[in-house]
Nanobody
Framework: QVQVVESGGGLVQDGGFLRLSCTASGYIGGISAVGWYRQASDKQRELVARITNSSNIDYADSVDYADSVKGRFTISRANAWKTVYLQMNSLKPDDTAVYYC?????????WGQGTQVTVSS
């Protein structure tokens, strides 16, 4: 079973920054992709950023971002793939949400409990 834990959320002012971390442990198996999602009050969960394992040392991992965060957020990973980061710059009040991390593994999808990000105006 895979356990996923997010951290790094908090309260920040408009224009500020935060760095979220997501760590997986347990019987993980192969990791195909890791995504950061968010869910604001009364809204559906949406994909914010995703990093996909190229599985080939000759090719870089691919990254995708929601249009609303392009140029402001950066997803990255540690070498062992068990920790993934989301650097969030130029935060806006619209970024306020609970942020979740998802590991897509050979044993299925694993979600964390989420970390709250609140951006005050």
């Amino acid at each position: 079973q895979v356990q996923v834990v997010e951290s790094g959320g908090g309260l920040v002012q408009d224009g500020g920054f935060l760095r979220l971390s997501c760590t997986a442990s347990g019987y993980i198996g192969g990791i195909s992709a890791v995504g950061w999602y968010r869910q604001a009050s009364d809204k559906q969960r949406e994909l914010v950023a995703r990093i996909t394992n190229s599985s080939n040392i000759d090719y870089a991992d691919s990254v995708d971002y929601a249009d609303s965060v392009k140029g402001r957020f950066t997803i990255s990973r540690a070498n062992a793939w068990k920790t993934v980061y989301l650097q969030m710059n130029s935060l806006k009040p619209d970024d306020t949400a609970v942020y979740y991390c998802n590991f897509a593994t050979t044993h299925g999808n694993a979600w964390g409990q989420g970390t709250q990000v609140t951006v005050s105006s």
